[in-house]
C-alpha cells in the first residue's frame, strides 16, 4: 500500500523529477568540466531547467486567460480569480530566456576571444599560461 502511494506520487510529479535532473545535469557539468564550451552548455541546461520548472508550477487547470469581455460578468458575481492564469511568472520567463540568450551570447564571445588569445578551451591550461 505505501509503495502503490509512493509510485504514484514520482509518477505524478514526473515533471518536476525531469527538472530536478536537468538541473543537477547542469550544475555538474559547470562545476566538473574543464572546457569552457562544456561549462556554458552546462549553464545553459541549468537556465533552462529553472524556466521550465516556473513555467510548470504556474499552469492551472481548467482556467482561461485573464481577458474580461464587456458583459461577460454579472452584477452581483465578481470576477473569480481561480478562473484565470496568472500571466506574471510567464512573463517573467520570457524575459529570464532573454537574459539566458544574451548571457549565452556573451559568454560565447568570451570563449572566442580567449580561444584567439590562448589557443585552447581548457580552463587548466588557460589558467597555467596566466600564472607564467
Not at 100 to 106: E, R
Request: a neutral charge; charged letters at 15%; proline letters at 2%.
Amino acid at each position: 500500500m505505501i509503495v502503490d502511494a509512493v509510485t504514484l506520487l514520482l509518477v505524478s510529479k514526473i515533471n518536476y523529477w525531469i527538472y530536478i535532473v536537468l538541473m543537477m545535469l547542469g550544475l555538474y557539468a559547470m562545476m566538473t568540466k574543464k572546457n569552457l564550451v562544456k561549462k556554458i552548455i552546462g549553464m545553459n541546461i541549468l537556465q533552462t531547467a529553472v524556466i521550465l520548472f516556473f513555467i510548470s508550477i504556474s499552469a492551472k487547470n481548467n482556467a482561461t486567460i485573464p481577458i474580461i469581455e464587456h458583459g461577460q460578468t454579472s452584477s452581483h458575481s465578481g470576477v473569480q480569480a481561480v478562473d484565470y492564469i496568472n500571466p506574471l511568472p510567464h512573463v517573467l520567463m520570457l524575459t529570464a530566456i532573454v537574459v539566458a540568450v544574451a548571457t549565452l551570447g556573451v559568454a560565447l564571445a568570451l570563449v572566442i576571444k580567449l580561444f584567439n588569445q590562448y589557443g585552447t578551451l581548457e580552463e587548466d591550461e588557460i589558467i597555467a599560461r596566466l600564472e607564467e
